[in-house]
């Protein structure tokens, strides 16, 4: 195998590695996201129960 040869395969390999790490990154950043709204909808939805709670008495 060529020096040539080698160098590229290392190089694609690294790409590889940090596509990997950014999607890896991206993913968290999405469910960090996703769980965050999560929360406020739960949070809206114990403030909509108060509230229907408040009216029922």
Known sequence: VSTEVAQWNVDK??????????IKAKDAKIMHLKGEKDLE???NGVLISMVEEIDNH
């Open 13 to 22: 390999v690294a790409t590889i590695r940090a596509l990997r790490e950014d």
């Open 41 to 43: 909808k739960n949070k």
